[in-house]
């Protein structure tokens, strides 16, 4: 792709990112919380996922949302720090995980064979159980263990690989996507991208942004996805906002972004009409 092809790439997609969220100036307090459980008010939003060459869309990562009834839109801090320190992290796993999982259903209903990812917790690695677990998850869905991909942030994959190793395993041979998260940041698991533990790599943001105009991000960026595909992982780049960082993802052969660039998380029931919109420019 080059620069300008980009830059059409980037005007095509400007009006339809104005969806913002709200972060409430802090943390909310526990019982407000509860209530938002009670009343169904936490919800997943969906973040497209597009292939770079062909502008297709492939799937959509579920980021939790707070649909407050005062506040409007609330993004994660507002919630999820306190929901961690209460151990409240699993049932707010299992509720996002259930929504996400009946909303990729509708759009294959919908005629849009999409993939959902889902962020997990280091904590479910500890789950022996874990991959039968999400396989009668998607069975009651009406969904088969490839229309989802598990998402696992580097840093908590190398903090807990030895529980990692076998899980991921498991969750491959199942046939689930499993897509190392924020790849980058961290370090020590360059000699572990193996297709029988990981389907892809979504490269963190801090080594997107900025990257065609920073030769050592650029380096930086090239060796990450020379390593997947060596190892014949599908790559994302993430957080892609500008023309130039996309141009660059293009060149060095990344297969798909995540970004403002294309559209900011929208609500289930927004992905099917703004993919109708994506495809008609």
Known sequence: MTPSQAAGFLAQTE????HATSDSGGAM?????WKALVNDQLVPYFQPIVDIRDRRVIG????????HPALGVLSPITFVPVMEERGMIRELTELILEKSLYACRDWLDQGQALQVSINLSAQLLADPQLAGHLAQKTRLAGLQPANLTLEFSESTLRQHWAMADTQLQALRQAGFGVMVDEFGIGTGLTDKLLSSHFSGLKIDRAFVHGAGDNQHLRAILGEALALAQAGGLSTV???VEDATDLSVLSELGCHAVQGYICAAPLPASGLIPWISQWEKR
């Open 15 to 18: 009006h339809l990112t104005g």
């Open 29 to 33: 307090p526990i019982d407000e919380i």
């Open 60 to 67: 959509a990562e579920a980021l939790a949302r707070w649909r």
């Open 237 to 239: 780049g993430m957080g």
